[in-house]
């Protein structure tokens, strides 16, 4: 719960710099998953610079209306938008941190790592087609571990949300059936288990409930000391979620195929690459009414790229590759512009 | 000059009692006003979703974001059914607590539970609902759903109804939690109404050799009986509206179950959970319509209480 802690500190730190709100404040509002690392990234910029950032976590969804509704100067989605949806309402977009998804489950004797799991696996027991511990698919993945002959719990997200997307995303890349009979969204129908609230929804159903799966953003398992799997990767490779094993992952991406650099991480090959990684969006107008504002953000997002990069690994999120954020600040001088046509972000 | 002063002060008094009357029908067309302003949202912001699928949203039970096919009837059983456990064990129990304080009750003991039950009014549903996740769910997991399953797992039809992993949480938990919330509403009004019962009546009753049981049966819930209709109604309201402790402990699952066990989830908390991360007309649309179809189901209730109550005012009346 320290993570929580944590926002709601960073929430309330939010709050006060609203009340003594100067001309160059901004807000920003939109996914959760990314939550924690802009709070923290806010607190650190209002005390180097005493500019604030509002920014209000209401998810995805919300944060792409708050922004085609101009009522923010920037919005926050880990759905990127397609390049369609990008040029219809004139945004810029472009990633800010990367973060990694993990099962946890709950079975007795089993402690963190101990068990392996691949995606077609994982997609078969989220589908129901899997319901006991000790399937045959699961026992195959695991020789030497003693797996009970319980069912299995499945639980996932009941709120729409980015990791969802992130997740189902991945079963669909690893499983035909999922993908025909489930599909990919930040909500979708999940055919089994129950559904819970937010990440420590997930976190408290999962550790709680014996014999229960469930999957999280990394950080949610490791404050609430749950029991993650390793993966079997793309490349075949076993790997345990670690920031190299997502760092490997975004290392891999190809950036700049995508528009706004819309890359969906997951299932990258690479033998050390975690396979259910994801990136976290921003979204500005291209010819913002509000110029000024937009510098302003422009401005934050900068110092999180340059200075952000520690307070983001504590979070255990994964900075964006430098030659990447280099790529992302010459488009915001080539792509988003003032009236008069020229660059609103003049920084380096 | 004394008639004239009286005149003028005469005309005053009416100019003030017209502003008066004036203001306070202001105000009272206000709630008109916004009901309909509700109403008329909720109904234009239904109209895709309803265009799309017609009558087969109240009798589909998919519900599906990724092909966009939506069908309400898996939350409106949530709702009504978790409703119906909460007033099937909160009615009575209320109605216990508001007899004892009120007949039973030694003087010492009733200040300290009339003020806690109104503390329970005054916990905020979000608590209802970390206390039942953390605390009540995972006691009902190891105990009593544990219990059911074995007592009823070889009654058919029951073993239907309790059937399944104890999941700790879902419908059942639901409407135990809901229960508990809507007691101290019940409980509150009951007793008040209860006090309305003059005193000389239940002397009367008493004196013609009246046991307290009979005084209560045959005396006071009669005499109280539309109060204790409106108490009750107000906790259904409650109940049928109750978003986000449900939305922890009912298990969030778009699927009918026959085991009150299982997951499922109602229109509130479905409304709750997706709402923010809607994307696309019909998703949002379809949201607004369960949105109405919970104004219609408790307007309903509504009028068939009023209903119920006009009954009850005639037969007492002839």
């Not at chain 1, 087609?129 to 695991?142: E, H, M, Y």
């Not at chain 1, 964006?320 to 009236?339: E, F, G, H, T």
């Not at chain 2, 306070?24 to 067309?29: D, G, N, R, S």
Request: hydrophobic residues 50%; proline residues 5%.
């Amino acid at each position: 719960m320290k993570f929580t802690n944590l926002a709601i500190a960073a929430g309330f730190a939010a709050v006060l710099s609203v009340s003594a709100a100067s001309a160059a404040d901004i807000s920003g509002a939109g996914a959760t998953f990314p939550n924690p690392v802009y709070s923290k990234w806010a607190e650190a910029y209002k005390a180097e610079t005493g500019n604030s950032v509002n920014y209000q976590s209401v998810g995805s969804g919300a944060g792409i209306k708050q922004i085609e509704a101009k009522t923010v100067t920037f919005g926050a989605t880990d759905t990127p938008l397609s390049g369609a949806e990008l040029d219809k309402f004139g945004l810029a977009q472009f990633p800010t941190v990367i973060g990694g998804i993990v099962p946890i489950v709950n079975l007795e004797g089993i402690k963190p790592g101990d068990l392996v799991l691949d995606g077609k696996t994982l997609a078969d027991i989220f589908q129901g087609k899997i319901t006991k511990w000790d399937d045959p698919a699961i026992v195959a993945l695991n020789a030497g571990v003693k797996l009970p002959s319980t069912a299995i719990a499945v639980v996932h997200r009941s709120d729409g949300s980015g990791t969802s997307f992130n997740f189902t995303t991945y079963l669909s890349d690893v499983s035909a059936d999922w993908k025909s009979g489930v599909g990919a969204n930040s909500a979708v129908e999940w055919p089994v288990g129950i559904g819970a609230k937010g990440n420590d929804g997930i976190a408290a159903n999962v550790s709680q409930t014996a014999g229960s799966i469930g999957y999280v953003e990394y950080a949610y398992a490791t404050a609430n000391t749950l029991t993650y799997t390793k993966m079997v990767n793309k490349d075949g490779k076993t790997v345990a979620p670690t920031a190299a094993a997502f760092a490997a992952a975004a290392a891999g991406a190809d950036w700049k195929s995508q528009p706004g650099y819309g890359v969906v991480i997951t299932n990258q090959p690479g033998a050390e690459t975690w396979p259910m990684t994801a990136a976290t969006f921003i979204l500005v107008y291209k010819k913002p009414d509000d110029a000024a504002a937009t510098a302003e953000a422009l401005k934050f997002f900068a110092w999180g790229y340059d200075k952000g990069d520690k307070l983001a690994e504590d979070l255990i999120f994964i900075p964006i590759p430098d030659a990447i954020v280099n790529d992302i600040k010459a488009m915001w001088k080539s792509d988003i512009l003032d009236k008069d046509g020229k660059p609103v972000y003049a920084g380096s | 000059m004394a008639a004239q002063d009286r005149g003028s002060a005469l005309r005053r008094f009416a100019l003030g009692d017209s502003i008066f009357r004036a203001a306070t029908f202001v105000a009272a067309l206000t709630v008109l006003l916004l009901l309909s302003g509700v109403i008329i949202s909720l109904v234009v912001g239904s109209i895709p979703a309803i265009s799309t699928f017609g009558f087969d949203f109240l009798t589909t039970q998919s519900w599906n974001p990724v092909t966009e096919k939506f069908g309400a009837i898996a939350p409106i059983y949530g709702t009504l059914v978790t409703a119906f456990i909460a007033m099937l064990i909160g009615v009575p129990v209320s109605l216990g607590i508001a007899i004892f304080l009120t007949e039973l009750c030694p003087h010492a003991l009733r200040r300290p539970i009339g003020t806690a039950i109104e503390l329970l009014a005054g916990i905020p549903s979000i608590i209802y609902g970390i206390w039942g996740l953390f605390v009540f769910a995972p006691f009902l997991q190891k105990t009593l759903q544990p219990f059911l399953i074995d007592v009823f797992g070889n009654v058919p039809g029951l073993n239907m109804v309790f059937g399944g992993p104890p999941y700790g949480i879902g419908v059942f938990t639901a409407g135990l939690i809901l229960a508990i919330m809507v007691l101290p509403f019940i409980t509150a009004i009951t007793r008040d109404v209860f006090l309305t019962v003059p005193p000389v009546v239940k002397e009367a009753a008493f004196g013609l050799g009246c046991t307290t049981w009979e005084v209560i049966r045959k005396v006071v819930i009669p005499y109280t009986r539309t109060g204790i209709i409106g108490g009750v109604m107000l906790g259904l309201g409650r109940a049928l509206g109750e978003t986000m402790a449900i939305t922890f402990v009912i298990g969030n699952a778009h699927r009918i179950s026959a085991s009150i066990l299982a997951p499922g989830t109602t229109i509130s908390a479905t409304i709750a959970n997706e709402f923010n991360e809607a994307t696309g007309t019909l998703y949002t649309s379809s949201l607004i319509t369960l949105g109405l179809i919970l104004f219609v189901i408790t307007f309903v209730v509504l009028a068939i209480s009023r209903i119920m109550l006009m009954r009850l005012e005639k037969k007492s009346g002839t």
